[in-house]
Protein backbone atom coordinates (compact mmCIF):
# COMPACT_ATOMS: atom_id res chain seq x y z
CA UNK A 1 0.00 0.00 0.00
CA UNK A 2 1.28 2.79 -1.12
CA UNK A 3 1.63 6.22 0.78
CA UNK A 4 -1.12 9.10 0.03
CA UNK A 5 0.05 11.82 -1.85
CA UNK A 6 0.57 15.48 -0.28
CA UNK A 7 1.95 18.33 -0.81
CA UNK A 8 5.50 18.99 0.80
CA UNK A 9 4.43 22.53 2.41
CA UNK A 10 2.19 24.92 1.74
CA UNK A 11 1.83 28.94 3.14
CA UNK A 12 -0.61 31.21 3.50
CA UNK A 13 -1.17 34.69 4.93
CA UNK A 14 -2.62 35.40 8.61
CA UNK A 15 -6.08 35.70 7.92
CA UNK A 16 -5.89 34.14 4.76
CA UNK A 17 -7.13 30.21 3.62
CA UNK A 18 -5.06 27.81 2.61
CA UNK A 19 -6.26 24.23 0.91
CA UNK A 20 -3.90 20.82 1.16
CA UNK A 21 -4.62 17.68 -1.27
CA UNK A 22 -4.52 14.33 -0.31
CA UNK A 23 -4.42 11.81 -4.21
CA UNK A 24 -4.77 7.85 -3.39
CA UNK A 25 -6.55 5.67 -5.29
CA UNK A 26 -9.90 4.07 -6.27
CA UNK A 27 -8.83 1.26 -3.18
CA UNK A 28 -8.75 4.12 -0.64
CA UNK A 29 -9.77 7.76 -0.84
CA UNK A 30 -11.96 6.93 -3.92
CA UNK A 31 -13.51 3.62 -2.76
CA UNK A 32 -14.46 4.92 0.63
CA UNK A 33 -15.63 7.93 3.10
CA UNK A 34 -13.07 7.06 6.03
CA UNK A 35 -10.41 9.68 5.93
CA UNK A 36 -9.45 11.86 8.25
CA UNK A 37 -6.99 14.43 8.81
CA UNK A 38 -4.11 15.18 11.80
CA UNK A 39 -2.54 18.40 13.15
CA UNK A 40 0.72 17.70 14.27
CA UNK A 41 3.18 20.28 15.91
CA UNK A 42 6.89 19.78 16.36
CA UNK A 43 7.46 17.20 19.29
CA UNK A 44 3.62 16.37 19.68
CA UNK A 45 1.31 13.32 19.15
CA UNK A 46 -1.03 14.00 15.80
CA UNK A 47 -4.64 15.29 16.68
CA UNK A 48 -7.41 14.19 15.29
CA UNK A 49 -8.70 17.33 13.12
CA UNK A 50 -11.58 15.59 10.47
CA UNK A 51 -12.93 12.34 9.77
CA UNK A 52 -15.08 10.59 7.37
CA UNK A 53 -14.12 12.77 5.00
CA UNK A 54 -15.71 16.20 6.78
CA UNK A 55 -16.84 15.86 9.97
CA UNK A 56 -15.08 17.90 13.22
CA UNK A 57 -14.37 16.26 16.38
CA UNK A 58 -16.13 18.13 19.47
CA UNK A 59 -13.55 21.13 20.24
CA UNK A 60 -11.99 21.30 16.67
CA UNK A 61 -12.25 24.77 15.28
CA UNK A 62 -14.66 25.03 12.36
CA UNK A 63 -12.41 26.88 10.43
CA UNK A 64 -10.98 23.14 9.34
CA UNK A 65 -13.17 21.62 7.14
CA UNK A 66 -12.84 18.89 4.39
CA UNK A 67 -14.06 17.58 1.28
CA UNK A 68 -13.07 15.14 -1.25
CA UNK A 69 -13.53 14.51 -4.95
CA UNK A 70 -12.90 11.25 -7.03
CA UNK A 71 -9.67 10.13 -5.51
CA UNK A 72 -8.31 13.44 -3.79
CA UNK A 73 -9.38 14.77 -0.37
CA UNK A 74 -8.84 18.34 0.63
CA UNK A 75 -8.59 20.04 4.04
CA UNK A 76 -9.14 23.53 4.36
CA UNK A 77 -7.17 26.01 7.02
CA UNK A 78 -9.76 29.18 6.98
CA UNK A 79 -8.86 32.47 8.68
CA UNK A 80 -4.78 30.97 9.16
CA UNK A 81 -3.54 31.89 12.66
CA UNK A 82 -0.25 31.80 13.47
CA UNK A 83 -0.85 28.56 15.65
CA UNK A 84 -1.75 26.57 12.42
CA UNK A 85 1.84 26.32 11.61
CA UNK A 86 2.31 22.48 11.95
CA UNK A 87 2.66 19.38 10.00
CA UNK A 88 -0.99 17.96 8.62
CA UNK A 89 -1.09 14.39 7.28
CA UNK A 90 -4.33 12.93 5.68
CA UNK A 91 -5.29 9.22 6.32
CA UNK A 92 -7.80 6.72 4.78
CA UNK A 93 -8.86 3.52 5.11
CA UNK A 94 -8.14 0.72 2.84
CA UNK A 95 -9.74 -1.98 0.62
CA UNK A 96 -7.09 -4.11 2.52
CA UNK A 97 -9.05 -3.07 5.77
CA UNK A 98 -5.50 -1.11 6.64
CA UNK A 99 -4.74 2.61 7.01
CA UNK A 100 -2.53 4.45 5.19
CA UNK A 101 -1.03 7.63 6.11
CA UNK A 102 -0.31 10.49 3.40
CA UNK A 103 3.89 11.99 4.10
CA UNK A 104 2.18 15.17 5.40
CA UNK A 105 2.41 18.36 4.60
CA UNK A 106 4.05 21.35 6.47
CA UNK A 107 1.92 24.33 6.75
CA UNK A 108 3.57 28.11 6.98
CA UNK A 109 1.68 30.88 8.26
CA UNK A 110 3.64 34.22 6.63
CA UNK B 1 -11.07 12.58 30.86
CA UNK B 2 -9.64 9.77 27.96
CA UNK B 3 -5.70 9.17 28.80
CA UNK B 4 -3.62 6.71 26.86
CA UNK B 5 -0.29 6.95 28.63
CA UNK B 6 2.89 4.50 27.22
CA UNK B 7 5.46 3.00 28.70
CA UNK B 8 8.90 5.45 28.62
CA UNK B 9 11.56 5.41 25.83
CA UNK B 10 13.69 2.21 25.01
CA UNK B 11 17.46 1.89 23.39
CA UNK B 12 18.01 -1.86 22.14
CA UNK B 13 20.77 -3.08 20.01
CA UNK B 14 19.44 -4.65 16.83
CA UNK B 15 17.99 -8.03 16.94
CA UNK B 16 16.72 -7.38 20.50
CA UNK B 17 13.14 -6.66 21.11
CA UNK B 18 10.87 -3.98 22.35
CA UNK B 19 7.71 -3.77 24.06
CA UNK B 20 5.71 -0.77 24.20
CA UNK B 21 2.88 -0.60 26.53
CA UNK B 22 -0.30 1.96 26.34
CA UNK B 23 -2.37 1.79 29.48
CA UNK B 24 -5.72 3.44 28.34
CA UNK B 25 -8.52 4.86 30.93
CA UNK B 26 -11.40 7.03 30.97
CA UNK B 27 -13.71 5.14 28.68
CA UNK B 28 -14.87 1.25 27.98
CA UNK B 29 -11.58 -0.29 26.96
CA UNK B 30 -13.50 -2.99 24.89
CA UNK B 31 -15.68 -0.47 23.18
CA UNK B 32 -12.51 0.92 20.77
CA UNK B 33 -9.93 -0.34 18.82
CA UNK B 34 -6.55 0.48 19.53
CA UNK B 35 -3.89 1.36 16.46
CA UNK B 36 -0.15 1.63 16.46
CA UNK B 37 1.76 4.40 14.37
CA UNK B 38 5.15 5.42 14.04
CA UNK B 39 7.10 8.11 13.30
CA UNK B 40 10.68 8.18 12.17
CA UNK B 41 12.87 10.90 12.80
CA UNK B 42 12.29 13.80 10.51
CA UNK B 43 9.51 11.58 8.71
CA UNK B 44 5.99 11.15 8.03
CA UNK B 45 3.68 8.88 10.17
CA UNK B 46 3.29 4.56 9.13
CA UNK B 47 0.44 2.96 10.56
CA UNK B 48 1.38 -0.24 11.92
CA UNK B 49 -1.53 -2.46 12.73
CA UNK B 50 -4.45 -2.51 14.77
CA UNK B 51 -5.91 -4.70 17.86
CA UNK B 52 -9.52 -5.16 18.77
CA UNK B 53 -9.50 -4.56 22.27
CA UNK B 54 -12.91 -6.50 22.49
CA UNK B 55 -11.61 -9.95 21.10
CA UNK B 56 -7.70 -9.11 20.34
CA UNK B 57 -8.25 -9.49 16.52
CA UNK B 58 -5.34 -7.93 14.95
CA UNK B 59 -4.25 -6.46 11.80
CA UNK B 60 -0.85 -5.52 10.57
CA UNK B 61 1.13 -4.00 7.79
CA UNK B 62 2.23 -6.73 5.24
CA UNK B 63 5.85 -4.97 5.53
CA UNK B 64 5.79 -5.90 9.51
CA UNK B 65 4.32 -9.22 9.28
CA UNK B 66 6.49 -12.26 11.78
CA UNK B 67 7.84 -8.93 13.24
CA UNK B 68 5.40 -7.43 14.97
CA UNK B 69 3.33 -8.80 17.94
CA UNK B 70 0.10 -6.93 19.47
CA UNK B 71 -1.40 -7.74 22.78
CA UNK B 72 -4.18 -6.52 25.20
CA UNK B 73 -5.07 -7.00 28.78
CA UNK B 74 -8.32 -6.48 29.22
CA UNK B 75 -8.06 -6.37 33.17
CA UNK B 76 -5.70 -3.58 33.11
CA UNK B 77 -6.93 -1.78 29.94
CA UNK B 78 -3.91 -2.18 28.41
CA UNK B 79 -2.39 -2.92 24.90
CA UNK B 80 1.11 -3.61 23.86
CA UNK B 81 3.05 -3.79 20.71
CA UNK B 82 6.18 -5.86 20.66
CA UNK B 83 8.66 -5.72 17.38
CA UNK B 84 11.00 -8.22 17.08
CA UNK B 85 13.99 -8.70 15.75
CA UNK B 86 14.67 -4.84 15.87
CA UNK B 87 16.22 -3.55 12.94
CA UNK B 88 18.00 0.09 12.58
CA UNK B 89 15.07 1.83 10.64
CA UNK B 90 12.74 0.53 13.38
CA UNK B 91 14.07 3.44 15.32
CA UNK B 92 11.25 5.98 15.40
CA UNK B 93 8.49 7.43 18.30
CA UNK B 94 6.14 5.14 18.91
CA UNK B 95 2.25 6.14 19.12
CA UNK B 96 -0.79 4.07 20.57
CA UNK B 97 -4.26 5.81 19.27
CA UNK B 98 -7.64 4.72 20.23
CA UNK B 99 -9.93 4.45 17.11
CA UNK B 100 -13.53 5.49 16.12
CA UNK B 101 -14.05 2.50 14.43
CA UNK B 102 -13.16 3.24 10.51
CA UNK B 103 -13.38 6.72 11.00
CA UNK B 104 -10.27 7.98 12.58
CA UNK B 105 -7.73 8.02 15.02
CA UNK B 106 -9.35 9.75 17.93
CA UNK B 107 -7.27 10.02 20.89
CA UNK B 108 -3.28 9.00 21.10
CA UNK B 109 -0.78 8.65 23.53
CA UNK B 110 2.29 10.74 24.33
CA UNK B 111 4.07 8.36 21.71
CA UNK B 112 7.58 6.18 23.04
CA UNK B 113 11.13 6.88 21.48
CA UNK B 114 12.86 3.68 20.51
CA UNK B 115 16.20 4.26 19.67
CA UNK B 116 17.82 0.73 18.09
CA UNK B 117 21.65 1.04 17.64
CA UNK B 118 24.82 -1.06 18.25
Known amino acids: QSALTQPPSASGSLGQSVTISCTGTSNDVGGYNYVSWYQQSPGKAPKLLIY???NRPPGVSTRFSGSKSGNTASLTISGLLAEDEADYYC??????????FGGGTKVTVL | QIQMVQSGGEVKKPGASVKVSCKTSGYPFTNHGINWVRQAPGQGLEWMGW????????KYIEKLQGRITMTIDKSTSTAYMELSPLRGDDTAVYYCARDLGVAGLQDWGQGTLVIVSS
Open chain 2, 51 to 58: ISAYNGNT
Open chain 1, 91 to 100: SSFTGSSTWV
Open chain 1, 52 to 54: EVS
